[in-house]
């Protein structure tokens, strides 16, 4: 019987991982814009069955406006408490059909841990494979993440603009709301980027005086 609950015994969880042949999907050195890493073609993430899929990972890319790079793990109480909140949005605005995915960057101990959490408790989103370790690395230190939940807010554009770094305390306060409250932020933060660029901008020089002008 498949299992379908968080809270199974540890060795139960061993019982049922697959043993995965990482071997077939070499990993590439990264030579995307870190800041938008999930864009990178040659970038294969995994679906919620734990394998990968190259095919969703190339429509998320193409079809979604938001992505939210989520950061947990399966032994973190936090994370499997946070996670419902998470799933229920998710499933909303998969009813609607909002240009909207989530990538969750494991922080579990060991592969197997993250195999059965991405089977049992997560919704249809894609995964950065746990063998990654470089990637899951960079991707954490690039958002600074310091403890779990975490849940990153970005623009799927070539910049990867961060629009929320608490993303946690948007969906716990804004509820089905918040990719509403997303859009807003982001247009708050395309207003300060272009404000910060008309800062630096040089005065315009004076327009040179004739020489009639001059006396």
């Known amino acids: 019987m498949a299992m379908t609950k968080c809270n199974v015994s540890y060795w139960i969880l061993m019982s049922k991982h697959r043993i995965l042949n990482t071997s077939l999907v070499p990993m590439k050195v990264m030579s995307h814009n ?100 470089t990637l899951r690395r960079n991707v954490r230190n690039l958002y600074n993440v310091l403890t779990q939940p975490w849940l990153v807010i970005v623009k799927n554009d070539e910049n990867g603009t961060v629009v929320s770094y608490d993303g946690k305390l948007d969906l716990m306060e804004c509820g089905y709301f918040s990719l509403i409250e997303w859009k807003s932020m982001y247009k708050k933060v395309l207003e300060d980027i272009k404000a910060g660029k008309d800062k630096k901008k040089p005065a315009a020089a004076p327009a040179p005086q004739s020489p009639d002008e001059e006396h």
């Not at 059909?97 to 991405?118: K, M, T």
């Open 34 to 133: 870190i800041n938008s890493w999930w864009r990178d073609p040659s970038l294969i993430l995994y679906n919620k069955y734990y394998e990968p899929d190259e095919e969703i990972s190339q429509y998320m890319r193409e079809n979604c406006e938001f992505v939210g790079i989520f950061f947990g793990s399966f032994r973190n109480k936090s994370t499997k408490h946070f996670i419902t909140y998470l799933n229920k949005f998710y499933r909303y605005v998969q009813q609607r059909d909002d240009p909207f995915d989530v990538i969750y960057v494991p922080l579990d101990e060991d592969e197997a841990e993250c195999d059965f959490f991405v089977n049992s408790c997560m919704e249809e989103w894609l995964v950065v494979p746990w063998s990654n370790q």
